[in-house]
């Protein structure tokens, strides 16, 4: 874990309402904390752990080892899993800018603007209308 010393470069992440604050340091061993958790700990799924790890496997990055920590709060799992992977992705572009296009290249920078839609009145959900009987 990171203390004051450390030199720590920092990304946000977001994803439907979840929202990721990411901190990376240079470390030997590549290790992630979410939530003061260990990452398969936190993430019981081996794709949601995946997900997490592969901004940090990506070829041609130069990337090293890193002790990654997150605090995220919001959202469903695979909403935090994709949060936390676009704040890897920022912190490790403010750390070493040439990382930016063959991250931007492999999607890892591109933020999913996709979110539920609102509920409207007159209707069951966002567009589901109540069932219409004829008599």
């Known amino acids: 874990m990171a203390t004051k010393k450390d030199t720590y470069t920092e990304g946000i992440g977001?994803?439907?309402t979840a929202t990721a604050r990411v901190r990376i340091v240079p470390a030997k061993e590549t290790s992630?904390?979410?939530?003061?958790k260990e990452l398969a700990t936190?993430?019981?799924?081996?794709?949601?752990q995946k997900d997490v790890r592969s901004v940090l496997e990506t070829e041609d990055a130069g990337i090293e080892h890193y002790s990654v920590t997150a605090?995220?709060?919001?959202?469903?799992?695979?909403?935090?899993a994709?949060?936390?992977r676009l704040g890897i992705a920022r912190a490790l572009v403010k750390e070493k800018t040439d990382r930016?296009?063959?991250?931007k290249k492999a999607?890892?920078?591109k933020r999913d603007p996709r979110s539920v839609e609102r509920k409207k009145f007159g209707l069951r959900k966002a567009r589901r209308r109540p069932q219409w009987s004829k008599r």
């Open 14 to 16: 977001r994803r439907k």
């Open 32 to 36: 992630v904390l979410v939530n003061d």
């Open 42 to 48: 936190y993430f019981e799924h081996e794709a949601l």
């Open 71 to 80: 605090k995220v709060s919001g959202g469903g799992l695979s909403a935090q």
């Open 82 to 84: 994709e949060a936390i």
């Open 100 to 103: 930016r296009s063959v991250l």
């Open 107 to 109: 999607g890892y920078l």
